[in-house]
């Protein structure tokens, strides 16, 4: 009871402002234990999705407050023993027009705001990256189509979890996968969304980016982002989509540009090793060929793991000093 009391947005909102701060008790990148308000901020889009919900919760608290004190007001004012006779007025021009006028000018004072931030969300800038994102029954392919590369990204089991958080790598339940999505740092991500064409609708979400779109079979959507902070973001399928929607989660991991080149090639070369050796017709070429292509994804794998240990060292998960970076 006590805990739906203080998680009422009205509540969150009133601890906000006395905090000062928005995203103090909530993590960044995945959900906290305990965490009140959004994920922090990692993007421009995500941080002005902040400022909306800090400005309407503000409205919110101010109209339950004014609400409650006029609500005492009477009771106390009007009650029988105060107020023996009753008044017969039933009407009050002035009163009814300012009861009419006032709310119609608080929703144009939330209107303006809103549209906005759908439009920054809908005009998208020029993409330095384009990534595809394909839902399937249950995970998710993810593609460079410019650079040539795509890879399926599945949830890990705890047996895999294990192994990696042995290795100091966080690996959070139902949120690690075992390809990340890598991009680089204070770059616009283009994402086309879409979902296996005999498949069912997903959702493609990374709540610290502000990015959530509907992956539709046979049809294209889209989504942008530019991280500004480097390190992991999970996201969910946020559409229920079947029996494993749970269990497909998505994970994008933020790195320095020379990082990302250095993945980016390794993967290409995998790609056109991989290429080759499907046209080989020599049994032992190929068998060479695919030897090769799979010590290139271990070394793609190498460097993202070498990123992903010197990021967990850095920060991130619930933090504030994670927040006011973000800033
Ligand atoms: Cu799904």
Redesign the pocket.
């Known amino acids: 009871m006590l805990r739906r009391l203080l998680c009422s947005a009205p509540a969150a909102a009133l601890a906000m402002l006395l905090l000062g701060a928005s995203v103090a008790w909530a993590g960044m990148g995945q959900p906290s234990p305990g965490e009140m308000g959004l994920q922090a901020a990692a993007s421009p889009v995500a941080e002005e999705i902040h400022k909306f919900y800090d400005f309407v919760n503000i409205i919110i608290v101010a109209i339950a407050v004014f609400v409650l004190l006029l609500l005492i007001y009477v009771m106390y004012r009007f009650n029988e023993r105060s107020n023996p006779t009753p008044s017969a007025v039933t009407h009050n021009t002035a009163l009814e027009v300012a009861w009419t006028v006032v709310p119609i000018l608080i929703l144009v004072a939330i209107a303006i705001p809103s549209f906005r931030l759908l439009h920054l969300q809908y005009s998208y800038p020029k993409a330095d990256l384009t990534l595809k994102a394909t839902?399937y029954q249950?995970y998710w392919e993810h593609a460079y189509p410019e650079l040539g590369i795509s890879f399926e990204s599945r949830m890990l089991d705890d047996a895999s979890r294990e192994e990696l958080i042995g290795q100091n790598l966080p690996a959070p339940r139902n949120l690690a996968v075992d390809n990340e999505v890598i991009v680089p740092l204070n770059k616009t991500v283009n994402t086309l969304v879409t979902a296996a064409p005999d498949g069912v609708i997903?959702?493609w979400t990374i709540p610290s980016f502000g990015s959530k779109v509907d992956a539709v079979p046979g049809r294209i959507t889209s989504t942008w982002f530019k991280p500004t902070v480097e390190g992991i973001f999970y996201g969910q399928?946020s559409?229920l989509?079947g029996k494993d929607?749970a269990f497909?989660p998505i994970a994008v991991r933020v790195v320095k540009e020379e990082v990302f080149a250095a993945w980016t090639d390794a993967m290409k070369q995998a790609n056109e090793v991989g290429k080759s050796a499907s046209g080989e017709k020599d049994k032992e070429k190929r068998k060479q060929l695919l030897q090769q292509k799979k010590e290139l994804l271990e070394k793609a794998k190498g460097i993202v793991r070498q990123a992903a240990l010197e990021q967990a060292g850095v920060r991130q998960f619930a933090k504030t000093e994670g927040a006011s970076q973000a800033k």
């Open positions: 839902g249950w997903h959702d399928c559409e989509c929607h497909m």
